[in-house]
RNA sequence: GUCCCAGUAGCUCAGCAGGAUAGAGCAACAGCCUUCUAAGCUGUGGGUCGCAGGUUCGAAUCCUGCCUGGGACGCCA
């Protein structure tokens, strides 16, 4: 069924050889205007080979193609025109999706092959902010749309369970804690532990000190330091489990940075065998000036570890375990230095395998127009966010279509839907400014919108009482051809967001489809009994069926009815 | 200072393995519900594609320099 590749060896089969396959098939472009047909070979590249115009070959080519897919070729200027046979290929395009449901766009590229994705990864005893929303749903998108390609895929909730901020914790808690207080709102309390420690620090340095040794202590397995620790993380757990609930995310794995404090004494002894340690200032790191890039900390000069060390025996760890073929880190663009430095150091430790992990970074949650910092307090909650669009989201609901059943079910759907897609339609590397009524929009390019273009075809599919045995037959008219020619778009939409590990070109390709189908629901009469409707039900079908799995693969839900 | 990301309509953003006339949504204005969900559809207005060079038959798209905004640059992650 691709059109293109069968456009381009019928050209390849007219010019005798002169120009490879491959080639044609990267000129071959789909036309801006429809007017111009379905496909287009621009021919000036041909010009100089051949030694004929561009317009003279277009014109020859015109006059020789002809195939049972192509209703007609027309040379325009220096353009070759494909027009395809809408027939026949509508007729072919609603079989297959039909047939294939939701496997349809699916490929095997990925050859059961494995790539663990490391993305979430809240800190312990912070609250889950909207940052950390965007790695929790980018790194699940791309975890789907791997699977999609044919990928094993292991999601890996790489917790920030350890750090010198467990040091800053304890001894904040010590000194201005209770347990009380922390009992009845662990997160809430141990958040404002921590501000308080950054507020007291700047004036009091010597609180860093503390921290620092409390840490140590933590490392060398303090009986104090280890029970609260313990505790500290349990009632964070607790927390998260409550937003990943609401996001219906699933981890494979939770091992976060606590999990490799035993592992990383192999890690600087295999860096010590390979003579890659130096000592600089009292710490130790790996001298990277011959790649041009600053030196990459393994331990502090009171001999802690660092982040980079618990990353390079995870990625060490992870490739024995799992075996992956890639390695992706869905990690903002802050860190791209870090994962420089970590791909480097690994591939010195003499790993070809370095070369297959890759840091997927995206851009930052700003508040008027500047980072947000957790460290200041000043953080907006994830689970307040959500909370508000499912409320909203209810009385929209409420106001519409007040008899709908489960509504409180739709309003989660739609609330979360609306939280996550806002998110995943900007390319990651955006920065995103943060605005709730920008976010909670339930009209225009929205989750929403997409929903709700679902929920208006399973409608009608419900009322048409869709019978088994579909003689189809094909859509020529325009509104069902612009649909048509999108829905056989929806493989290469999947490559493409795989190869760019971009969801939203998912998340645009929906809200496009979802475009093109309410125009077509606003011009074509579907439920009307002639020798169409089974067609126009089965295009109906697919387009449900397509937009249910794009959502899916976004990570937002599809409800039946809105 | 070095490095990374971004700069396209009033606002939010697509388009950038170069191709025909630069597109959506929001906002503004004007229309469309006795017919399949109006959370929708139709129409109107709105652009020096940050600036300057270069490569090319052809540049929003590739290269170089500059400007603006955000970020990173050793003991946080």
């Not at 205007?33 to 004929?52: I, M, N, Q």
């Not at 049972?68 to 395009?93: D, I, M």
């Not at 375990?321 to 230095?337: A, M």
Request: proline share 3%.
């Amino acid at each position: 069924m691709n059109y293109r590749q069968q456009f381009a060896e019928k050209i390849h089969s007219h010019l005798e050889g002169m120009v490879d396959v491959n080639e044609i098939i990267s000129l071959i472009e789909e036309p801006k205007y429809s007017t111009h047909g379905d496909l287009a070979f621009p021919c000036f590249t041909l010009a100089r080979k051949l030694k004929k115009s561009p317009q003279q070959i277009a014109a020859d080519l015109s006059e020789k193609i002809n195939a049972p897919f192509l209703e007609k070729t027309v040379p325009e200027g220096p353009y070759l025109n494909g027009f395809l046979n809408k027939e026949s290929v509508s007729r072919q395009v609603i079989q297959q999706i039909n047939e294939k449901q939701g496997n349809y766009g699916s490929f095997s590229i990925g050859n059961g092959k494995t790539i663990t994705l490391d993305f979430s990864s809240p800190n312990i005893a912070k609250p889950f902010s909207m940052g950390h929303l965007r790695s929790t749903v980018i790194g699940n998108a791309i975890a789907n749309i791997s699977e999609k390609c044919g990928y094993k895929v292991v999601r890996i909730n790489h917790l920030g369970d350890w750090g010198t901020q467990f040091g800053k914790l304890i001894t904040a808690y010590k000194l201005w804690g209770s347990e009380e207080k922390v009992r009845e709102n662990p997160i809430k309390e141990l958040f404002h532990l921590y501000v308080t420690f950054h507020e007291k620090a700047e004036k009091q340095p010597d609180l860093e000190d503390k921290a620092r040794s409390w840490f140590k202590q933590l490392e060398a397995g303090n009986e104090e330091a280890s029970q609260l620790w313990k505790w500290f993380r349990e009632e964070s757990l607790k927390e998260f489990a409550k937003i990943y609930g609401l996001l219906d995310i699933q981890f494979d794995s939770y091992d976060g940075e606590a999990f490799y404090n035993d592992k990383m004494d192999a890690v600087i002894q295999v860096l010590k065998a390979k003579d890659l340690l130096s000592v600089s200032d009292g710490a130790e790191v790996v001298d990277l000036t011959d790649e041009n890039m600053p030196p990459c900390l393994i331990r502090k000069k009171d001999g802690a570890t660092l982040y980079a060390t618990r990353d390079l025996a995870a990625a060490l760890y992870r490739r024995k375990t799992y075996h992956f073929e890639k390695s992706f880190y869905i990690v903002g663009q802050e860190q791209h230095l870090h994962f420089q430095q970590l791909f480097l150091v690994l591939q010195k430790m003499g790993y070809d395998w370095a070369a297959e992990l890759k840091h997927i970074p995206f851009g930052f949650i700003l508040k008027d127009g500047k980072k947000m910092s957790t460290r200041k307090g000043k953080v907006v909650l994830l689970e307040d966010v959500i909370k508000e669009a499912i409320d909203l989201a209810y009385k929209n609901i409420e106001a519409k279509n007040p008899s709908l059943v489960n509504k409180q079910e739709v309003a989660k759907q739609v609330g979360v839907g609306a939280i996550i897609f806002h998110d995943l339609k900007h390319e990651r590397q955006n920065n995103i400014e943060f605005n709730l009524d920008e976010m909670l929009k339930f009209e225009g390019s929205t989750g929403l919108y997409v929903q709700y273009t679902h929920a208006r075809g399973r409608s009608i599919l419900r009322k048409a009482s869709v019978k088994d045995d579909l003689n189809i037959v094909g859509l020529t008219d325009s509104h069902s051809w612009t649909v048509i020619k999108t829905l056989m778009d929806f493989p290469n939409v999947i490559e493409k967001s795989f190869q760019h590990t971009e969801p939203s070109v998912i998340a645009r390709y929906v809200l496009n489809l979802s475009q093109e189908f309410n125009k077509y629901y606003s011009h074509v009469k579907i439920l009307s009994d002639d020798a169409e409707q089974n067609s126009r039900l089965a295009l109906v079908n697919s387009v449900t069926i397509v937009l249910k799995e794009g959502l899916r693969l976004l990570g937002v839900q599809a409800p039946e009815q809105l």
